[in-house]
């Protein structure tokens, strides 16, 4: 299985930034998947996560700015940034967590690389 996240960059505060992942080696639409992020010095904290059927869950610093769904077209998830702070600076992480949402880094199964996200105040 393999994970790759793209996307990332360096933004101004209040901007936004589509983060995608693509997974390969399984039907990623058959699983949990989440992004998680990890800033310099802090913990790996999930952000987003969809089930199956499209269902989101979101982290409170994340309802109402960001926005995970699966981009069918593109056989990818997404990420959607808007509004962005700069305390959103970090790594993201795309990870696949088999049969639960991804709310803990202990949920998942399988990770990316990661894709920096930077923004300036």
């Known amino acids: 299985v393999q994970v790759v996240e793209s996307g990332g960059g360096v933004v101004q505060a209040g901007g936004s930034l589509r983060l ?3 997974v390969s080696g ?3 639409d058959e ?3 989440g992004w998680f992020r990890q800033a310099p010095g802090k913990e790996r904290e999930a952000v987003a996560s969809v089930d199956k059927s499209g269902r989101t869950r979101y982290q409170d610093f ?3 700015r960001f926005t995970i769904a699966y981009d069918n ?3 990818a998830l997404s ?3 808007n509004s962005l702070k700069p305390e959103d600076t970090a790594t993201y992480y795309c990870a696949i967590c088999g049969d639960d949402y991804c709310v803990s880094r202990y949920a998942a199964d ?3 690389l990661g894709t920096q996200v930077t923004v300036s105040s």
């Open 110 to 112: 399988y990770w990316g």
């Open 26 to 28: 399984l039907r990623f």
């Open 31 to 33: 699983y949990f998947m």
């Open 79 to 81: 990420l959607e940034m």
């Open 20 to 22: 995608s992942c693509q």
């Open 73 to 75: 077209l593109n056989l």
């Open 62 to 64: 994340a309802e109402g």
